[in-house]
């Protein structure tokens, strides 16, 4: 074998063509796993598992967290995602921008009905209640279907 030459793990002539396509197909995947950081990932998962399982085992959070995000997904089995993606990405994105300390800090206390009134002057609250008035008629809905 001359210098610089690499010895093939399986020499090509031992594969046929369904196997070479195989191997082409999962070369290519790894190629955009590397990319895009995953396999980076994938490999450290791989690596650190019996770390990983020792924390996430021992710490009750993580336990409680997978537990709720089982519920969720339990629920979620019969949704249809493309239907759902847009609408849980623009209420997190509202969500997320609602949120800020800087509008907690400044949010005003309803005091009763004239205060209520008045707030509802603002287009923006008008609306937000709105959806919040529309989405407890779907919750009501749901939850009596039973």
Not at 8 to 17: F, M, Q, R
Not at 62 to 77: F, I, N, P, R, W
Request: charged letters at 25%; one cysteine or more.
């Amino acid at each position: 074998m001359a210098e610089g030459e690499k010895k093939a793990l399986v020499p090509p002539e031992a594969l046929d063509e369904k196997s070479m396509e195989a191997l082409l197909t999962l070369a290519k995947t790894a190629a955009k796993l590397k990319e895009s950081g995953l396999l980076d990932m994938l490999a450290t998962i791989a690596e650190k598992y019996e770390e990983m399982l020792l924390y996430t085992s021992s710490d009750q959070r993580v336990y409680h967290a997978l537990a709720l995000l089982e519920a969720a997904l339990t629920g979620l089995k019969n949704a249809d995602p493309w239907k759902a993606k847009p609408a849980v990405e623009k209420l997190t994105a509202c969500l997320v921008d609602a949120l800020t300390p800087e509008n907690i800090e400044k949010a005003q206390p309803v005091q009763g009905v004239f205060s209520l009134m008045k707030a509802l002057k603002d287009p923006d609250v008008a609306k937000g209640l709105g959806i919040l008035i529309a989405m407890a008629k779907a919750l009501g809905r749901c939850a009596g279907r039973g």
